[in-house]
Each structure stands twice: as structure tokens, then as C-alpha cells.
């Protein structure tokens, strides 16, 4: 799936990935290829990225959205 | 004519004021690129946040407090200006805008029947504070410190502050004037309305952090977004926690992101209106220094004639 991930001060990670995984206010997700098309809040914690290389990528955040949309798509907005 | 002696001191004065004023451009000019540069590096996110939100709103729901518009019975006027001056015309061109607006907007205000607004101010910069303590205006608060380079952590406190009284309907409505950046040689201020949030506003304030000429121009083509959810493709999302809640969080974040780009914008503005006051001080330095320089041989050569017409005559008479 594509990732996008953007921090008002610079674009974080965008490309191919395998795997997400955050904290969310309900609860921390972590979200595969066809993921159901999804809105929610994220909160404090670290986003993880597993891309296509199997390299690990961590992104520590205070708060954010996540967006994932049909067409395999995956956008994060997030605040550090 | 003056002595040499005291034009050559002129003259030595005024190529230092040159000198500095040269310095001065030079650091503007720098801080203007880079504060350019960070505007830019946030659109991404900005553009994100925004399709965000018109995925969000188009769900028929109810929208939250921020968006809601209300009889308008307060104002919140936010003056955006620089903390320090030597900006030519930066300050003052915000401040006469801002005049303007206040002697235009009591006739329009007539029109629709409303009665006097209460009016509050929010001094941003040192210098808009100082003019609206002279003018004695309401200050509510004042912000310093947002010059050079904002960061989010500086904008916070402010944004919170205005949605927090907006929220207690402290004021139900808030005006910001500041200044835009056209291009590295022209500023405009500007007058925008900031809440209630409107997607268009937004939209308009994110469209314009790129210059309409210059280096960074070109980059105006790149986005295109477009503000037509599809419908059909909606119903299928999931949202958690609730529809609600993330839009009013979505909501707070759009004015916050709203918010900074206008005072990044306010920094390119101040950074390259300094860099042409600096500009145009050197220019005339030099002009003065080149006039200076012209007297001083003109009244050392009289002088030189002078002495030797005495020699001369001196000479003659003992002949």
C-alpha cells in the first residue's frame, strides 16, 4: 500500500509500505494491505512503518489523523 | 564651505552607516529565503489536512462550535506586525490597512441593521502592540516573539487562546490582518476573516503561501486538489471515535495550521520588506557618500589654491 505521512514541518515517509502500526484514541491499529477505508484520531505514541525493504521506520508524534483511503491508500497528518 | 576635516568625518560616518545598512540586507535577505522555504515545507500537510476535512464535512451531520456562525455582537481583531521596526513600510502599511477597514466596516455593518459591534484587539509583534496601546484600543492580549521564524510551539498558545474565547463566546468573530507575500518586491496587507472557519478561507490562505513570481513560483501548478467528495464512496468509510469528535478536532487543527501560515507569511513579508528599506538606505548612503566625497576635494583644492596664491604673492612681493 501507498503511505503518505506529513508533519508540518517536512513530508516524514512517502511510498510503498507493507505494514502500519499507531495509537489511536481507541486504541493502537495497525493496519495491512485492503485495509477497510478508515478515518480516526491518532494519539501520542510512535508510528511504525514497515516498508517494502522489511526496514523498519519509527515516527514519534503527539497527536494526528489517520486516512485510509479505497484504493489502498494510506495518509497520516501529525503533529511531533 | 565646511573644512576638509569635518566632510572627511562626514564622509567616514556615512560609509559605515553604508556598510551596516549593506549587512542589514544581507541577513534579510537570507532570513526571507528561509523563511520561505519553511512556508512551503508545511504545504504538503496543509493540503492534506485540508482534503481531510472536505472528506469529513460532506457526512451530513451537524457541524462543530468552531464552524458555527452566530449573530455577530463581537469582534476579535488580530494585528499582525513585527517586533522590531526598520522594516520601511511593514508595520505601518498593516496598521492603515487595518484604519481602513475599521472606518469601511461600520457602513456595512449599518446596512444589515446590526447593532455597534464590541470590539476586541490581539496585538501579534511589539510594534502593533505600541500602536494599539496609542490608539488606546481594548488589548486583550499581546503576543511577541513569533518574529524571524515561527514555530507551531510559538503559534499554540495563541491559536488556543482565540479558539478558547471564541468557544466561551468571548467573540463571535475573529478578523486578522496581516500581511500577504506576493513576491519578494511586493507585500500586501490583507484582511481575512479566520472564524467561523470557512473551507474557502482556508483553502485561500493554503493557496497563497507560494509567491506569485520568483524562485518558488513555479511550484503553484503542482497541486491540484479537488473539493468534491464522492458521496457513494463516503458511506463506506469507518470513523472512529466518532464522526463528530474527529471533525472538531480536524476543525481546531485547520485553524491552528490556518493561523501559521499566515504568520509565516507575515515573516517572509517582514524579512524582504527589511531587505528593501536596507536596500534603498545603502543605495542612498552611497549616493551621500559619492556627494560628500566630491565637496571634500572641491574645498581641499580651494584650499590648495588659496595657499598658493598667498605663496605666489608672497614671492612677488619680495621680488
Keep these: ?7 508540518l514541518k517536512n513530508v516524514l515517509f512517502q511510498g510503498e509500505a507493507s505494514l502500519l502500526n499507531c495509537k489511536t484514541v481507541t486504541g493502537e491499529i495497525t493496519i495491512l494491505d485492503n485495509h477497510d477505508s478508515l478515518i480516526t484520531v491518532l494519539s501520542a505514541g510512535v508510528i ?12 514519534p508524534v503527539k497527536s494526528g489523523f489517520l486516512e485510509v483511503k479505497p484504493g489502498n491508500e494510506v495518509r497520516c497528518i501529525v503533529e511531533q | 564651505m565646511d573644512s576638509p576635516q569635518n566632510i572627511k568625518k562626514r564622509v567616514k560616518s556615512v560609509n559605515n552607516i553604508n556598510k551596516i545598512t549593506k549587512a542589514m540586507e544581507m541577513v534579510a535577505a537570507t532570513k526571507m529565503r528561509k523563511s520561505q522555504e519553511i512556508a512551503l515545507a508545511s504545504r504538503p500537510y496543509a493540503f492534506a489536512a485540508l482534503d481531510f476535512l472536505a472528506t469529513v464535512s460532506s457526512l451530513d451531520q451537524k ?44 457602513a456595512s455593518a449599518k446596512g444589515s441593521g446590526a447593532a455597534r459591534e464590541e470590539k476586541f484587539y490581539i496585538a501579534v509583534g511589539e ?26 510551539e510559538q503559534v499554540h498558545p495563541i491559536t488556543d487562546f482565540i479558539v478558547k474565547g471564541f468557544i466561551e463566546k468571548k467573540w463571535d468573530r475573529v478578523i486578522v490582518v496581516s500581511t500577504h507575500f506576493r513576491s519578494a518586491l511586493k507585500q500586501e496587507p490583507h484582511v481575512r476573516r479566520i472564524l467561523p472557519i470557512d473551507f474557502d478561507h482556508i483553502k485561500e490562505t493554503v493557496q497563497q503561501i507560494i509567491p506569485e513570481r520568483g524562485k518558488f513560483a513555479e511550484l503553484i501548478k503542482e497541486h491540484q486538489i479537488t473539493f468534491v467528495p464522492d458521496r457513494m ?31 509565516l507569511e507575515a515573516n517572509a513579508s517582514e524579512h524582504s520588506a527589511r531587505r528593501m528599506a536596507m536596500k534603498t538606505a545603502s543605495d542612498n548612503a552611497s549616493d551621500l557618500g559619492e556627494k560628500l566625497n566630491l565637496q571634500y576635494n572641491k574645498s581641499r583644492q580651494s584650499k590648495i589654491t588659496t595657499e598658493i596664491s598667498e605663496i605666489s604673492a608672497g614671492a612677488e612681493a619680495l621680488n
Excluded: W
Design chain 2, 127 to 152: 510594534k502593533s502592540c505600541n500602536y494599539l496601546e496609542k490608539k488606546g484600543l481594548n488589548i486583550v492580549q499581546k503576543f511577541n516573539a513569533v518574529g524571524d521564524y515561527t514555530t507551531p
Design chain 1, 1 to 7: 500500500m501507498e503511505i503518505s505521512v506529513y508533519s
Design chain 2, 233 to 263: 464512496r463516503l458511506k463506506q468509510f469507518l470513523i472512529e471515535p466518532s464522526s463528530e469528535k474527529v471533525l472538531q478536532q480536524l476543525g481546531e487543527h485547520l485553524f491552528f495550521i490556518q493561523f501559521y501560515h499566515l504568520i
Design chain 1, 48 to 59: 511504525k512503518i514497515v516498508d517494502e525493504n522489511k526496514k523498519d521506520n519509527y515516527f
Design chain 2, 63 to 106: 457541524l462543530p462550535e468552531l464552524f458555527e456562525v452566530r449573530e455577530v455582537k463581537k469582534v476579535l481583531f488580530v494585528l499582525v506586525s513585527s517586533d522590531k521596526g526598520l522594516a520601511g513600510a511593514f508595520n505601518s502599511s498593516v496598521f492603515r490597512k487595518f484604519e481602513k477597514h475599521e472606518k469601511e466596516y461600520p
